[in-house]
């Protein structure tokens, strides 16, 4: 009975022990299979998720903002150009042409295409205005078909590149602003994003070449560094910090918020002047330290233009530097800007998890020629960028100068120095035949967007760039003798030519006789202060007569002028004469 006992206890114990075993490898069966369903939660997610260090819809982004750049330029040429360089604007690129082909000997070869790269050589030259707006008019579909689609192909975006340079390269004056030269290193950076021919957003046989994104840093590395060398190098008030105690009530063309923030207080200026200084020359060094730091940088940049584009009416220009620095960015932090599910994030998803899995397409002969396209377009920015750098690293230094023909690499910087006062061109006619009667009455021309009346607010057009507002800004600060095209425009008001008046906002002779007379006077102008007795009668401005700016002229007296200039004197109206 013993026996048989213990052999039931010990059937018992191996019972218990079995049981114990079992509900240990029951529950390290569940643990594992906790463990294994863990690790295919977090590789859905991943596959679900775009991933670091790829820059396909950073293309997209990039290709998309060009193009609205583009638009927007496109679209300023299509309503300007016939008044400023067109057949009877103020400088006809025609006129101009002429001139370049007299210089280079006599015929359109290649010495007039070096000096002045345009396809206008190579059109009908019996209408002029009509190149001009199919320029502008092409530039125009294109961009906006980059910009709606998200698709490009290289034959597109040079087209635009080339059609923007032929417009810029005959511009003269009216195209002379820095912003010409970035928005075509922009948009020949842009060429170099995408597949030859292939129109799709995420072209799986043409990657985003890292040299072409690192080419987009290294341009907002050189604008910045650029604008904040030359404001140490230049106006004193950028070093002892009181700059923006004037730029707002002195910049070009201040806005509406211009009025208000010129009001802050003193220690709001200088904060804005140290934080300036920081972001343009520290901030930029970021963009060398590391995919988190670069970021850093990418959203300072962003975040400063923006606060430029709200405080001031400076054309496209903050628009156009936003562009390089979205560079700064890869797929997955911009992913948020697309919808999930969509045809661009889920095709990249698809080439992320492709990769992940070993399954590279082999490359083929075209993607290896594209690789060395995209080491010749390195070196050749490397090789272009030496004296943008001495530029740079030089006490003389120049900004928004271009070292080659083609604007490739240009140098950069804005605001050098910073005027103390404002000072306006304010244009007057008057219909009195005897322009010294003190009861002569004088009548104001008002431009569509400058300081001219005192009442009206100041204007909110950015993007948008009004080519003479911006001009008649640096008139005012020089003579008429260094501004000739001031008296230029005098005489066209003289014979209320409609080219000219387009340009202007409100013409005091409309419906009526042209006037006898134009003269210029020069004011100083001031905002008015929020709150004050001026502001409450609706004044935005304050203004005070220096003087004259040019004396009262009349067609007659213009005609010698006119003549030496080769400029058409205007026509003279029948009961002048």
Known sequence: MAASSDSSESTVRRRRVDGRKTETDSADSCRENG?????????????????????????????????????????????????????????????YLNSVKRYVGGKVGMAALAYTPSILWFLDWDDMDANLDGIALVGMALSAFVLVTGMANMVIMVTLWVLYHSLVNVGQLWYSFGWESQLLETGFLAIFLCPVWTLSQVPRCCPPSLICIWTFRWLIVRIMLGAGLIKIRGDKCWRDLTCMDYHYETQPVPNPLSYYMHRSPWWFHRFETLSNHFIELIVPFFTFLGRRMCMVNGTIQILFQVVLIVSGNLSFLNWLTIVPSLACFDDASLSFMFRSGGGAKKAVLEIQNEDVAGRNPKPTKGMLIRRVVNISLGILIGFLSIPVVMNLISSRQVMNTSFDPLRIVNTYGAFGSITKERTEVIFQGTLNPDPKDPEAVWEEYQFLCKPGDIYRRPCLISPYHYRLDWLMWFAAFQTYEQSEWVIHIAGRLLSNDSTVLSLLDHNPFQGRDPPRWVRGEHFRYKFSLPGSASAAQGKWWLRKRIGAYFPPVDLEGLRGYFQSRNWPHPHIPPNRS
């Not at 260090?53 to 990039?62: A, D, K, M, S, Y």
């Not at 290709?63 to 008044?83: C, D, E, G, M, T």
Request: proline share 2%.
């Open 35 to 95: 463990a294994d369903s863990s690790r295919d939660t977090e590789t859905e997610k991943r596959r679900e998720s775009v991933q670091t260090g790829t820059f396909w819809l950073t293309r997209i982004v990039l290709l998309r903002s060009v193009a609205f750049i583009y638009l927007v330029a496109f679209s300023v040429a299509y309503n300007q150009n016939k008044q400023l360089i067109g057949e009877h604007g103020l400088m006809p690129c025609k006129s």
